[in-house]
């Protein structure tokens, strides 16, 4: 079992080689977020699709608190039970990121309270793979072609990697709305590069990404 979960979680890292080198904005709503209604096109270095509430004072805010960060299967998925070990692996590092991210400039908390953003955030799209004779049960977001498709039949690129993200920013108190993004990120050849490299590029990217924009948004 133990073999099995890290075959699975360097198969995710195969995957993710070279993420975080382009966006996409051609982008699926996976249903994570409650109101997709409001979001615009993000335009040049933003996400995909972008919500930030008219006259939202960020300013207020230097604390933050997240839930755990879900996982999204994709609509397309033939097959939708996945080992829950390796979902844990996979959210963890993604929520680890996103509280690294934020250090050094707001308080991490874990309950709602005047000052504090609730952060909600899920990987999207996500493909379990059916074990067959003599394999073993893989995670495989979208994007990831193994073979006989190219990109005419499939609109994706035959060995490249795709992941994708949603996220949303509430008062911590009233539960309103502040901001949300949906983003998909693709890369070049799916290389395996080594344990966790590109999987830092993906998850990395999106947490990075995540503190400019609110630091962005109070002024600082």
């Known amino acids: 079992m133990k073999m099995t979960r890290l075959f699975a979680i360097l198969m995710f890292v195969t995957f993710v080689a070279g993420c975080a080198a382009s966006g996409m904005k051609d ?8 109101d997709y209604s409001k979001l615009k096109a ?33 609509d397309k998925a033939e097959y939708k039970v996945v080992d829950p070990a390796v979902m844990n692996e996979l959210t963890t590092y993604y929520q680890t990121a996103l509280i690294n991210a934020i250090k050094g400039g707001y308080q991490l908390v874990d309950k709602p309270g005047p000052g504090v953003l609730r952060v909600r955030a899920a990987i999207t799209g996500v493909k379990p793979s059916k074990p067959t004779a003599n394999t073993l049960s893989t995670i495989l977001p979208v994007g990831w072609i193994t073979s006989g498709a190219t990109k005419a039949v499939s609109g994706d690129n035959m060995g490249t990697g795709e992941a994708a ?7 911590s108190l009233t539960g309103q709305r502040l901001a949300a ?3 998909r990120r693709q890369g070049g050849k799916s290389a395996f590069r080594g344990k966790w490299v590109d999987t830092k590029n993906a998850f990395d990217f999106w947490a990075k990404r995540f503190r400019e924009r609110l630091d962005e948004a109070r002024g600082m």
């Open 27 to 34: 982008v699926t709503k996976s249903g994570f977020l409650v």
């Open 165 to 171: 993200t949603e996220i949303d920013v509430l008062d």
């Open 181 to 183: 993004a949906v983003d």
């Open 42 to 74: 993000g335009g040049e270095d933003r996400a995909a699709l972008v919500y930030i509430k008219e006259g939202a004072n960020f300013k207020r805010y230097d604390k933050v608190m997240f839930d755990r960060v879900a996982i999204m299967l994709s």
